[in-house]
Antibody, heavy 116, light 109 residues
Framework: EVHLVESGGGLVQPGGSLSLYCVVS????????MTWVRQAPGKGLEWVAK????????YYVDSVKGRFTISRDNAKNSLYLQMNSLRAEDTAVYYC?????????WGQGTLVTVSS | QSALTQPPSASGSPGQSVAISCTGT?????????VSWYQQHPGKAPKLMIY???KRPSGVPDRFSGSKSGNTASLTVSGLQAEDEADYYC?????????FGTGTKVTVL
C-alpha cells in the first residue's frame, strides 16, 4: 500500500521560513510528477506547486511564486517544500500528493500556522 | 488563476441523484480533458473519485460518474447513500498549472 508521510509543519512568525518534507513508500516515486496542495482552516483545496519526475520542471501558484521552492530527491523517495517570507494567509494543512493532475495518493497533511 | 466555480451546497434523499457543476474557462476545464473530482470527509485527506473527466479509479462505486460540456464539468452521484455526505472538489489542468474548484458540500437528507 502506498504511504505518503509529511512532516515539518508548525508555528512560525510572519516573515519566517519553514521546510516541509514528504517521504513516499511502496510507490515508483521517480516515475511521477509530485504536487503540494494546501487547505486553509475551514476552506477549500488550493493547488500550490508541482515538480516533474526528474525535477527539471517546476510550477507554482502565483501567490507563492518567488517565496516557495519545490524540490525532490528520487534516491530518497522524498519531496520537499521550502517556504520563505511566510504570511498569515499561508496558514493551512499542506498535503503531499502523487501525480501532476490526477491526484491518486495523498498524505495525511502537515499543519503550518503563521502567526505572531 | 481563479478557482473553478462550484455551487456551495447540494442535497438529496437516500436513493436519489445529485449533480454538481464545475465551471471554468477555455484555459482550464474547456481546454483539456484533465478534470478530476475529489471527495473529502471531515478531518480526512481528499480521495480521487473521477479522473480525466469520466474515468473511475478502481474501487470507486459506479454510482459516481463524470461528464463535461464546454467549460463546465459535472459530477453525478446516483443512488445517494449516507456515506456520500462529504465535500466534493473538482480540479483541472490549466496549461502547466492546476486549479481546484471552490467546493460543494453534499448533504444526504
Amino acid at each position: 500500500e502506498v504511504h505518503l508521510v509529511e512532516s515539518g509543519g508548525g508555528l512560525v512568525q510572519p516573515g519566517g521560513s519553514l521546510s516541509l518534507y514528504c517521504v513516499v513508500s511502496d510507490f515508483t516515486f521517480r516515475n511521477y510528477w509530485m504536487t503540494w496542495v494546501r487547505q486553509a482552516p475551514g476552506k477549500g483545496l488550493e493547488w500550490v506547486a508541482k515538480i516533474k519526475e526528474d525535477g527539471g520542471e517546476k510550477y507554482y501558484v502565483d501567490s507563492v511564486k518567488g517565496r516557495f521552492t519545490i524540490s525532490r530527491d528520487n534516491a530518497k523517495n522524498s519531496l520537499y517544500l521550502q517556504m520563505n517570507s511566510l504570511r498569515a494567509e499561508d496558514t493551512a494543512v499542506y498535503y503531499c500528493v502523487t501525480g501532476g493532475y490526477n491526484y491518486v495518493y495523498w498524505g495525511q497533511g502537515t499543519l503550518v500556522t503563521v502567526s505572531s | 488563476q481563479s478557482a473553478l466555480t462550484q455551487p456551495p451546497s447540494a442535497s438529496g434523499s437516500p436513493g436519489q441523484s445529485v449533480a454538481i457543476s464545475c465551471t471554468g474557462t477555455s484555459s482550464d476545464v474547456g481546454g483539456y480533458n484533465y478534470v478530476s473530482w475529489y471527495q473529502q470527509h471531515p478531518g480526512k485527506a481528499p480521495k480521487l473519485m473521477i479522473y480525466e473527466v469520466s474515468k473511475r479509479p478502481s474501487g470507486v462505486p459506479d454510482r459516481f460518474s463524470g461528464s463535461k460540456s464546454g467549460n463546465t464539468a459535472s459530477l453525478t452521484v446516483s443512488g445517494l447513500q449516507a456515506e456520500d455526505e462529504a465535500d466534493y472538489y473538482c480540479s483541472s489542468y490549466a496549461g502547466s498549472k492546476n486549479v481546484f474548484g471552490t467546493g460543494t458540500k453534499v448533504t444526504v437528507l
